[in-house]
Nanobody, 126 residues
Framework: QVQLVESGGGLVQAGGSLRLSCAVSGITISNYRMAWFRQAPGKEREREFV??????????YFGDSVKGRFTISRDNAKNLVELQMNRLKPEDTAVYYC?????????????????WGQGTQVNVSS
């Protein structure tokens, strides 16, 4: 059974930082590209691409709204993916989801992903 378990969410003031973790079991993530998406309040049908990382971790990609503030990393030996979020803004408030894809398609597309976590809530107060 494949499980992606996110942790590290919480409440933080604007300008602060949080580090999200995604612990994966049931698959070997070295065979998967990994990503973080988020779903903001009132946008139940939309998950925004936040960050993605290729198999080895050499190449990463970011959504325009988080570029320069967030970084993504992976530890294939630990089957772990992390998202470091700095200089947080109220508009970063969302449920953050970890996702895994074995495909070679467009990394920013939700439809590309085979497995998803349950999400972790991030609230940024102004």
């Amino acid at each position: 059974q494949v499980q992606l378990v996110e942790s590290g969410g919480g409440l933080v003031q604007a300008g602060g930082s949080l580090r999200l973790s995604c612990a994966v079991s049931g698959i070997t993530i070295s065979n998967y590209r990994m990503a973080w998406f988020r779903q903001a309040p009132g946008k139940e049908r939309e998950r925004e691409f936040v960050a993605g990382v290729e198999w080895s971790g050499r190449y990463s990609y970011f959504g325009d709204s988080v570029k320069g503030r967030f970084t993504i990393s992976r530890d294939n030996a630990k089957n772990l993916v992390e998202l470091q979020m700095n200089r947080l803004k109220p508009e970063d408030t969302a449920v953050y989801y970890c996702a895994a894809t074995r495909g070679y398609g467009y990394i920013r597309s939700m439809s590309e992903y085979n497995y998803w976590g349950q999400g972790t809530q991030v609230n940024v107060s102004s």
